[in-house]
């Protein structure tokens, strides 16, 4: 009784506020630094098992941190070529898919002509109002995405190196996390740790296979179709497929827009899209169920509102980072008497009401 008198529900939940709008105000202002580190703390996590593995067969620590993080980095290398020659032949093939981009176009405005009575001439007025229009804004957009593509080359510096520093360190970092807390909590942050560190690497290692499950299944599907770009859209589409609910949904728009352009046959679009909705409907009703498991346990109105907010704050990798974050979160609210009720409003587990209804 003593202590509710002393924390109050107005203090609890005003104490929780401001850390959350704290941490917005950090991740807007210190993301270019924040997210590599963020980035780079899932990635040791993933890399933690072999060198640990590693270690325990004598390999000198350095060593055993530096091959499964040099394995790492050729693969990313060689996922990054694979995509960048798919996207160097779709360039190569541009004026042709120009051109029949712009059949379809004067197909469109003449089946509009005679659905409206709008005359062609007056679709291309307004058509040029609105090129002109985002021609304004043309200049900030460009300087937004040289930014992107600069942050991009500084997470594929830093990322590697916070990765090996945080393996490296690994020991002094826990022992410090531990050492900040009271005698008495630290049976709770010791728990914290382990199982924030197996969240990671099973969500982690699960995202990694699923990938690669849904890659091959999209590669499958697309070559049966007979698909121009067939590996291309399939590894796009795999790619977007790890933001959560929105990656797949923007996947299916642009692929199937690339295969209407690309090919004189509408039913290779609808193809594309059956194939990407199969494929989605075996991956979250198996895929993920099995190889991620319930580690994550959000709950689906959480989990969205996480990965929208983190598309706000920071973007693409915001989004990313959103689902093992609130994962994290969660682990922490669990284990923190104060913070249990949050945990409950993170979770899916269903509640039980007094009443019985």
């Known amino acids: 009784m003593l202590t509710d008198l002393q924390n109050p529900f107005h203090k609890k ?7 959350i709008a704290i941490l917005c ?18 990635l040791s996590n993933l890399l933690l098992p072999v060198t640990q593995y590693l270690s325990r067969k004598k390999v000198y620590k350095v060593l ?65 109002e609105q090129v002109d229009d985002l021609k304004e804004v043309a200049p900030d957009f460009m300087g937004s995405t040289v930014s992107s593509i600069t942050q991009i080359f500084s997470y594929v510096f830093l ?36 199982e924030s560190t197996s969240i990671a690497q099973k969500y982690m290692t699960g995202l990694l296979i699923e990938t690669t499950l849904v ?19 399939a590894l796009l589409a795999a790619l977007l497929n790890l933001i959560p609910y929105v990656g797949m949904l923007v996947a299916n728009i642009l692929c199937m827009l690339i295969t209407v352009v690309s ?23 198996f895929g993920m169920p ?41 682990v922490i609210f669990d284990r923190v008497n104060e913070l249990q009720p949050w945990g409950m409003l993170l979770g899916d587990n269903p509640v039980k009401s007094k009443k019985g209804n």
């Open 64 to 128: 055993a941190i530096l091959l499964p993080l040099i394995v790492t980095i050729l693969v990313g290398a060689a996922v990054l070529y694979l995509l960048s020659s798919q996207i160097f032949k779709f360039v190569d093939d541009m004026p042709t898919l120009k051109g029949r981009f712009d059949q379809i176009v004067h197909d469109f405005q003449v089946w509009f002509k005679k659905g409206t009575s709008i005359t062609i001439t007056k679709q291309n007025q307004y058509f040029k």
């Open 13 to 19: 939940l005003s104490s929780v506020l401001f850390s």
């Open 159 to 194: 990322i590697p190196i916070y990765t090996f520093l945080i393996l490296f360190y690994r020991s002094k970092i826990r022992s410090f996390l531990i050492s900040v807390f009271k005698t008495d909590t630290e049976d709770k942050v010791e728990d914290i740790l382990i």
């Open 25 to 42: 105000v950090a991740l807007i202002y210190g993301k270019n630094l924040i997210l590599p580190i963020l980035f780079s703390i899932l």
């Open 215 to 233: 890659f091959t299944l999209n590669v499958i599907g697309f070559l049966i179709l007979g698909i121009k770009y067939a590996v291309f859209l």
């Open 290 to 330: 099995l190889i991620v498991g319930n580690k994550v346990r959000i709950n689906a109105l959480v989990t969205i509102i996480g990965v929208l907010v983190g598309g706000a704050l920071c973007g693409i990798p915001g989004m990313f980072l959103a689902i093992p974050g609130l994962a994290v979160m969660k």
């Open 263 to 285: 090919s004189a046959d509408i039913n290779n679009a609808i193809g594309v899209g059956i194939v990407l909705a199969l494929v989605q409907f075996l991956d979250n009703n």
